[in-house]
């Protein structure tokens, strides 16, 4: 599996962008996608995950409400919508795929990352200024 983010860039505080992710290779039914990011000096935190199948979605609390996971299956393609962006949204976000969804429900937690994704792309810089 491969994993290519793209759409990062510099936006104002309250604004929008959108993130995508290209996926390549296998996917199979039992796989959930994820976004986490990571802010300079800080640990890489979980931002939001979605299952393959079925759609169904999660958030972490700082982006609930604002930020909107999508896939679109047809096209191998993740996607991470960023509403009301905050300077604290700054960071580089990764996407990243694992068929283990039990994996996937503790990587929602800080754990130093015992519970990683198996595949993850390059990161994509999204810089909020104020």
């Known amino acids: 599996v491969q994993l290519q983010a793209s759409g990062g860039g510099l936006v104002q505080a309250g604004g929008s962008m959108r993130l995508s992710c290209e996926v390549s290779?296998?996917?199979?039914?039992?796989?959930?996608m994820g976004w986490f990011r990571q802010a300079p000096g800080k640990e890489r935190e979980f931002v939001a995950d979605?299952?393959?199948?079925?759609?169904?979605?999660y958030y972490a609390d700082s982006v609930k409400g604002r930020f909107t996971i999508s896939r679109d299956n047809a096209k191998n393609m993740v996607y991470l919508q960023m509403n009301s962006l905050k300077p604290e949204d700054t960071a580089v976000y990764y996407c990243?795929?694992?068929?283990?969804?039990?994996?996937?429900?503790?990587?929602?937690?800080?754990?130093?990352?015992?519970?990683?994704?198996?595949?993850w792309g390059p990161g994509t810089q999204v810089t909020v200024s104020s």
């Open positions: 990243a795929a694992d068929p283990n969804y039990q994996k996937v429900i503790f990587a929602r937690r800080p754990t130093d990352g015992k519970y990683r994704y198996d595949y």
């Open positions: 290779g296998r996917i199979f039914s039992g796989y959930s």
């Open positions: 979605i299952r393959w199948t079925g759609g169904s979605t």
